[in-house]
């Protein structure tokens, strides 16, 4: 849902001219494949017993998703980056991508990383390069997105799912990730 809410967010902020029309097909694209495809994608894995529960709590269990994840997020990037009025947002689905790919390789150390966090400093890291770029005044946004991340860190923490270390790793990826993807590309 992040990656909708992002999107919107983009679209309402951007000082390019898209029409309703394609603004629509977005949002349905990027909906669809990072919301509607993981969410059955979750009840098959359930249902062949890949996985106990939705909340997906162990490494193990969080390995098929999240290469799901990777597929999509570099398939979205790889289709933005090359429609000009949606370069950067390629750009931050490539960032995200890179996140992922890193947590996936962390996977092999034992390593967990809360994914909420790193969605949500994504988008933060996301905004803060995009306002700075365009000279929008993104403090608002990036004021509301950090209490949010706050909020969701807290809730990570107070459900048990995730320690601060998991928590501090995600936030600092999903920042990191979308400034040198920034830089790369």
């Known amino acids: 849902m992040i990656p909708t809410i992002g999107v919107l967010l983009f679209l309402t902020i951007t000082p390019e001219n ?5 603004q629509y097909l977005l949002l349905s694209i990027v909906f669809f494949t990072t919301y509607i495809i993981p969410v059955i994608t979750l009840v098959i894995l359930k249902a062949i017993g890949i996985i106990k529960s939705f909340q997906v ?3 193990r269990e969080r390995k098929v998703p999240l290469f799901l994840m990777l597929l ?4 979205l990037g790889w289709i933005l980056i090359n429609i ?5 947002l390629g750009i ?7 996140a992922l790919a890193i947590i996936y390789v962390l996977f ?11 969605s949500m400093s994504s988008a933060l890291g996301f905004f803060l390069i995009y306002g700075g770029v365009n000279s929008i005044l993104i403090l608002p946004i990036a004021c509301v997105i950090l209490v949010l991340t706050g909020l969701v860190a807290s809730s990570r923490l107070h459900l048990k799912a995730h320690s601060r270390t998991e928590i501090y790793l995600g936030f600092f990826l999903g ?8 830089l790369l590309l």
């Open 18 to 22: 898209i029409t309703k029309q394609r």
């Open 57 to 59: 709590e162990s490494i």
């Open 72 to 75: 999509i997020f570099y398939f």
């Open 84 to 88: 000009p009025d949606f370069k950067d």
């Open 92 to 98: 931050m689905f490539y960032g995200t991508n890179f």
């Open 108 to 118: 092999f150390f034992k390593i967990k990383t809360s994914l909420h966090v790193v």
């Open 175 to 182: 920042l990191i990730t979308q400034y040198l993807s920034y």
